[in-house]
């Protein structure tokens, strides 16, 4: 049977594709990752190969998180008929390649670029602007779900309500999100400018200072090529071969029919395998990592019968085709109106992201409901509201029954408002969802619909209860299910107090988790609460509602008590507002705010905000990582076999157990037996003091997660099935001594790391006498701090080409270039000078690729040089997740001032540095006398590096813990504790000795107190006060604290050549990660050779790394500066003089060209090269901040809100505003993620568990602070620094709000972090609904 060509556009381009694997997904075509040269990159990707080899990367094996949106694409289809183009983001990881089949695609690269004849487009140069790419791995996805936004916003005005949520599913792991929402806002009609944050288009605000934007930016989505190619399609009276692929390869065919019969006779005809698959949107992708195959893949969207809406007013339902999308779905419903449906269509609006609601099917989503244990909101809420199925049984042969079903449409019914009758009724319909993210990509822990009637009580008023639905899922039940008890009890009786209790008891016995759910008690809970909120909705429809409030006596209004789970922040007219359900405001919030105190010009262009070097490359995706680097001509994929039973002897590694295609053969396994002589098994070490890490485990695996070997195969693809697939094989049992899997075991069994002297904190006074005068003792106390994964965009990845004469080229994305090169030559056991290693930028680090990165770099290498091919990898999220883990730390605090502290893990990494670090940051109060006795445990645990502010954030955490700790015990406000342990100047050099400078750089108390200021801290302190007493289910809590963070500055290289042409060459040894280091380098050395520039005149430059040690700790951007300035003064002091002289011949201006040219001719060395070393008070000093968060907690479900956070930072002079600005607000909602959302967990075996975004959740557009004031402050008073700067280490987050808990409450109150929503709801009372109406009751 011959296949049709599978027909699309990318970018303009026309490509037909005869033969293609039909798993293939779009991304692994012409993701905008990947190959990212320009506009005509798909063209290349595609030429050039007769498309019949092709190879393709397939579905299920890809390195993207699925649900990141870094991949977003804008997909356009055409209607012929009526001519009408719909553009849709969809998601390209999870899109198939052949669902596309006469389609558009839009990529970032073809809005614009650096070539093309209209240059970037107006998203990427407002991107741009307003500092919104850092490491820039994200930036692609960002602009196409704005420019997607904008498409279809041409078809009616965006609102910057709309803007906002244009970016709601899309993860940035840099930013902080707010400079990304003002580029949303920016495209606003409705948009104040004076709302934007800080960009480099204006200081005073006009409309036409930015890069102007109309009508998609005159980009065509739909080219008229394939409109012609469809109109004549149609033309053609050819009949249609039903049974015809539309595409297929020896691994499968893609099917697309267009009627129920064509679909069935496909399934008739005998195809050329039996496994069958339906595909409608293909998203369930993103939820299993679904690795099987099929031999046919069937499209059920183009079936009429399965794409219609039908019904609607007057019919008394609406019916939904199976393979409609939710997105459309929930147009349909809005459109239809009325209270059900809209509410049904504002629920599905928070259903996965946008670009995945585009392709989701409604019955895509029922199927995978319907076949057990997928949380699915859409199968709950159509419950709800009384939904009925449509289904065509059996239609395929021999299938099990679930599978064996075709889903063709749900119908819902159109429910009266009121209905007469004796009694006047009323119709009440809600859902509910708890979940991690209100809209960003988060599966709810609970969600619910109710719909009731209920008409007016006949004594006392109030409501009763005539009919009633109680839908609950994803709650840990196999399927959402009705809460028939609870249904039949309530039927018939009124809404009071006593009934709400007996309801909510009966509730438990209906909702009832599965054993082994997550979270089960709370999932229950919080089922509870919005059985309860929904309940004192109905007592109020028909004027009841007094009996729970009148009885507790409180003022609060049933708007705010049940009205806050609908309710949003919106921002409308350049104000955030809380509104509620019904729309009105109550009350207002100034927009945010970032400023920058003290800037001064005097170093031009040093101090000044300018944007980012190459933000605009890597919004159009030109940007080159690694990934993007083309395959060298033989390439082969690497994929790791980890272990997953630490110490159990490993007989094998069985890569036989494959049930994958007979093209998936692995060509190598490379293991520690590959090592060759005169090399060793080493994989990673920062410093020869610390030890070194195995590449490979041998005989058996240190910990869970330990790679026993590689996996080499033709493709990532395969590589990444086999080692998915590989079997590691145990012999016996553990003969040595069993692992260590606690801090508490390690302790007891002396399995301890050494902490060189060097980095051992030192004790402060006499603690022993101290302790021995206080009043008031505690003696111990308990924190426990898990870890945080890096969640970097870009996972580690690496390309080894073997070169001539044993030299090894490594491409790795990595934060130490140097110490790779280093590794790579002791593992192959060749000179350090035949390993290159190339970094040229990095997708994000946070320190994750500052030792981690380098096994991955030696394994390719070591693979490379025994096969003599080049090997690259792209580790997939899951393995990334499970090898590389961010800080872990399991901090014991004894006593208020007697530290003992201790983290965990196989081998020591950077964890020796953690004493020091954490002390620094406990050393934030004067604590009288401090003594500390760390112990870096030695376990069976994976590994964990260090992640941005090691030790910093774990130290602040803790000296707030104890702030509150002996607040609690003194039952004093922490606030006077604080301020009584506020450092003076003599008290902070006992504590920090020569880094606490001189007196006027102590600028904490004045940052401290202006944050006090600028946060309206007293007047808030009473509202919230207030606010308290007037509501009973949500609580808000705000803090202050202070933050101190010593930091260290090292030797750095760096080296500046003046080319023939006038160009500079500046090198330097930081990486570009995302933190502005070139920005800030480029600044540098044009203020350097400035001084030999006429005014006006300009100096093009390229900056390029040389070998310089790690990219950490906050000050290799500053050191590398100084580096650079050097350098640049040599060039300087030997062209004076020759300028001069040439001045005085000529008389007149010296242009920079004639100024270098005739250096040439006198043979000036116009390359300096130096090694700043940093000296005396230079090496170490002290950075302060000081944040005021607000935060609402509604005890009813445990979410929080963060209401506003105050951020103010002492950075000396920044050398860059714009970029320390973001730097800190990016590192301030990374903290955000380890204290509130991010749950990293692991097995008993130490097995990381979490695998990806579907279950490790950080922050995303709506839950950073509704009003983010962040302000830079320039104290200016740091002579012996680099132009007077300080390092932005960018402190995340400590404790900064407060307690609102259980009744009664603990007498000591101790939040685990991180605290979602889970965690918090506990602290609150999982079962204070039912004590609230007890008491009630008893009143
Ligand atoms: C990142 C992400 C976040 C998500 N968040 C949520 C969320 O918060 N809440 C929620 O409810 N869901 C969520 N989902 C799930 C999402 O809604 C479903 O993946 C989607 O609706 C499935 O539709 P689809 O068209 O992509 O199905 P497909 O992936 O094409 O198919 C799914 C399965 O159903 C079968 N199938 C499809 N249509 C039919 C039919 N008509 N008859 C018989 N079998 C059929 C297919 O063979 C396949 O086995 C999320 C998904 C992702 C990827
Ligand atoms: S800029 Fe968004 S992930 Fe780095």
New binding site residues.
């Given amino acids: 049977m011959k296949a049709q060509s599978l027909v699309f556009a990318i970018n303009g381009e026309r490509f037909e594709l005869a033969s293609v694997d039909p798993a293939t997904t779009l991304l692994s075509s012409c993701g905008p990752r990947r190959p990212t040269r320009g506009p005509s990159s798909a063209a290349e990707m595609f030429s050039g190969f007769p498309s019949s080899i092709v190879i393709l990367q397939s579905a299920g094996f890809l390195p993207f998180s699925?649900?990141c949106g870094a991949c977003v694409v804008l997909l356009s289809k055409y209607e012929p008929l009526s001519g009408e183009i719909e553009d849709l983001s969809v998601?390209s990881c999870?899109t198939l390649l052949c669902s596309v089949h006469l389609c558009s695609v839009t990529t970032t690269e073809g809005l614009g670029s650096s070539k093309g004849s209209g240059g970037f487009h107006p998203i990427h140069r407002r991107i741009a602007g307003f500092h919104a790419s850092q490491c820039g791995f994200c930036t692609p996805g960002v602009c196409m779900s704005i420019f997607s936004a904008l498409v279809n916003a041409d078809k009616a005005p965006l609102t910057v309500a709309e803007a906002e949520k244009a970016v709601a599913?899309n993860l940035c792991r840099c930013t902080g999100y707010r400079p990304i929402v003002d580029v949303c806002k920016s495209f606003a009609g409705d948009v104040d400018l004076e709302d934007l944050g800080l960009n480099s288009f204006w200081r005073v605000a006009t409309v036409d200072m930015l890069p102007s934007y109309s009508l998609g930016g005159g980009i065509g989505t739909f080219p008229d090529f394939l409109k012609a190619e469809i109109n004549a399609s149609l033309l053609d009276s050819a009949p249609e071969i039903p049974q015809s692929a539309i595409a297929s390869s020896f691994v499968g065919s893609w099917y697309a029919p267009k009627s129920l019969g064509e679909l069935h006779s496909i399934l008739r005809s005998e195809g050329p395998g039996n496994r069958l698959?339906?595909?409608?949107?293909?998203?369930?992708?993103?939820?299993y990592k679904e690795v099987d195959r099929y031999d046919r893949y069937v499209d059920?969207?183009l079936i009429p019968e399965?794409n219609e809406i039908r019904g609607g007013d007057p019919a008394g339902f609406v019916e939904i085709g199976?393979?409609v999308?939710?997105s459309r779905a929930a147009v349909a419903l809005e459109r239809e109106g009325g209270a059900v449906f809209c509410k049904l269509a504002t629920h599905l609006r928070?259903?996965?992201?946008e670009f995945?609601?585009n392709?989701?099917?409604?019955?895509?989503?029922?199927?995978?409901?319907q076949?057990g244990k997928?949380?699915?909101?859409?199968?709950?809420i159509f419950l709800g509201a009384g939904a009925s199925v449509s289904?065509?049984v059996g239609f395929l042969r021999d299938a099990p029954i679930d599978?064996g079903?075709?889903?063709?449409s749900v119908r819902l019914p159109s429910w009266a408002e009121s209905a007469g009758g004796e009694r006047k009724s009323k119709l009440v319909f809600e859902t509910f969802?708890a979940?991690p993210r209100e809209l960003g990509?988060?599966?709810?822990y609970v969600?619910a619909a109710f719909l009731a009637r209920v008409a007016a009580g006949e004594a006392s008023g109030g409501s009763v209860v005539e009919s009633l639905r109680l839908a609950f899922?994803?709650y840990g039940g196999r399927h959402a299910t009705r809460a028939k008890k609870v249904e039949e009890f309530l039927t018939g009786k009124p809404v009071n107090s006593g009934v709400m209790l007996e309801v909510i008891r009966l509730l438990r016995e209906d909702i009832s988790p599965e054993e082994g759910t997550d979270h089960a008690a709370y999932r229950v809970s919080a089922a509870a609460g919005f059985l309860f909120k929904f309940l004192l909705q109905l007592e109020e429809e028909h004027g009841g509602g007094g009996s729970v409030r009148a009885v507790a006596g409180e003022k609060e209004t049933l708007l705010l008590s049940t009205g806050f789970q609908n309710e949003h922040i919106s921002f409308s007219n350049g104000e955030v507002s809380a509104v509620d359900r019904s729309g009105s405001q109550r009350e207002k919030l100034p927009p945010s705010r970032q400023a920058i105190e003290g800037s001064s010009t005097e170093y031009h262009p040093v101090g000044q905000a300018v944007k980012k070097v190459g933000a605009e490359i890597q919004a159009s995706g030109e940007a080159v990582y690694v990934d993007d680097i083309p395959s060298p001509i033989g390439c082969l994929h690497g994929a790791f076999v980890y272990g997953t039973r630490p110490l159990v002897p490993v007989k094998e590694v069985n890569l036989k157990n494959q049930t994958a295609a007979a093209t998936e053969e692995p060509v190598a396994f490379i293991s520690v037996r590959d090592i060759p002589s005169g090399g060793k098994n080493i994989g990673a070490g920062i410093m020869a003091i610390f030890g070194d890490d195995p590449l490979f485990g041998s005989s058996c695996a240190d910990y869970a997660g330990q790679p026993l070997g590689l996996v080499v195969a033709e493709t990532q693809r395969a590589a990444n099935a086999i080692a998915r697939k590989a079997e590691v094989v145990y012999e016996g049992e553990i003969t040595g001594p069993p692992p260590i899997m606690s801090v508490e075991e390690a302790v007891e069994r002396n399995s301890l790391f050494d902490v060189p002297p060097f980095l051992q904190p030192t004790s402060v006074g006499d603690f022993d006498q101290a302790m021995e005068e206080a009043d008031r003792k505690i003696l111990s106390a308990q924190i426990v701090l898990g870890s945080q994964y890096y969640f970097y965009m870009e996972t580690q990845t690496a390309l080894a080409v073997p070169d001539e004469d044993d030299c090894m080229v490594v491409y790795s994305s990595s934060q130490s270039p140097e110490r790779t090169q280093k590794i790579i030559a002791q593992c192959l056991g060749l000179p350090q000078h035949n390993v290159r290693v190339i970094t040229r930028r990095v997708g994000g680090g946070f320190g994750g690729k500052a030792v981690r990165s380098i096994p991955v770099a030696t394994a390719c290498a070591l693979a490379a040089f025994k096969l003599r091919r080049p090997v690259r990898m792209y580790l997939d999220r899951k393995t990334d997740m499970v090898l590389f883990g961010g800080v872990q730390g399991d901090g014991e605090d004894h006593g208020a001032a007697n530290g003992d502290p201790r983290r965990r893990g196989a081998t020591p990494d950077l964890s020796p540095i953690m004493p020091l670090n954490i002390s620094g940051a406990l050393k934030k109060y004067d604590w009288g006398a401090l003594s500390m006795d760390f112990k870096i445990c030695k376990t069976n645990r994976p590994t964990r590096s260090a992640m941005r502010g090691p030790g910093e954030v774990q130290g602040t955490f803790i000296a707030e813990a104890v702030v509150e700790h002996v607040a609690d015990e003194l039952a004093v406000d922490p606030e006077a504790v604080r301020e009584v342990n506020m450092h003076t100047f003599d008290s902070l050099r006992r504590f920090h000795g020569p880094s606490a400078g001189d007196p006027p750089e102590f600028t904490l108390p004045a940052v401290f107190s202006r944050v006090v200021a600028t946060a309206e801290l007293r007047r808030r302190r009473e509202e919230v006060r207030r606010f308290n007493g007037e509501n009973r289910w949500r609580k808000r809590g705000i803090s202050h604290v202070p933050i101190l963070q010593p930091v260290s500055l090292r030797p750095t290289p760096a080296k500046v050549g003046v080319l023939g042409d006038g160009s500079v060459v500046v090198e330097v040894g930081g990486v570009e990660l995302g933190q502005g280091l070139w920005t800030k380098v480029a600044q540098m050395a044009a203020y350097a050779l400035g001084h030999l520039l006429d005014e006006g005149g300009a100096l093009t430059f390229s900056i390029v790394l040389i070998q310089g040690g790690i990219t950490a700790g906050s000050t290799t951007s500053e050191s590398s500066c100084e580096a650079v300035r050097i350098a640049c003064n040599e060039l300087v002091a030997r062209l004076m003089p020759l300028k001069n002289r040439l001045l005085e011949q000529l008389g007149s201006s010296l242009t920079w060209d004639l100024l270098i040219g005739q250096a040439a001719m006198v043979s000036v060395n116009l390359s300096a090269s130096t090694l700043f070393c940093p000296q005396g008070q230079a090496v170490r000093y002290i950075n302060y901040g000081a944040a005021v968060s607000e935060v609402e907690v509604d005890l009813l479900t445990g979410a929080t809100k963060i209401l506003r956070s105050d951020l103010a930072y002492d950075g000396g002079r920044s050398l860059n505003p714009a970029v320390d600005l973001g730097q800190i607000e990016g590192a301030f909602v990374q903290g955000l993620g380890f204290f509130m959302s991010e749950e990293y967990l692991s097995n008993s075996e130490g097995l990381v568990t979490t695998e990806g975004?579907?279950d490790y959740k950080i922050p995303t557009v709506d839950t950073i602070p509704k009003q983010f004031n962040v302000e830079l402050i320039s104290s200016g008073h740091h002579q012996h620094r680099v132009l007077s700067s300080k390092g932005r280490r960018s402190e995340r987050r400590g404790r900064s709000w407060r307690r609102w808990g259980a009744e009664p409450p603990p007498a000591v109150f101790q939040l685990d972090v991180p605290a979602t929503m889970p965690v918090v709801k506990k602290l609150c009372g999982y079962d204070n609904v039912e004590r609230h109406l007890e008491a009630a009751l008893c009143r």
């Avoid at 698959?277 to 939820?287: D, E, R, W």
Wanted: glycine share 10%; net charge positive; aromatic share 4%.
């Fill in positions: 699925r649900g998601s999870l599913g698959k339906l595909v409608a949107g293909n998203t369930a992708a993103g939820v059920l969207r399965l199976a393979a999308s939710i928070k259903v996965a992201a995945v609601r392709t989701a099917s409604i019955g895509g989503n029922l199927v995978m409901a076949r997928f949380p699915s909101d859409v199968a709950t289904i065509e599978a079903k075709l889903l063709l969802r979940a990509n988060a599966v709810a969600n899922g994803a975004t579907w």
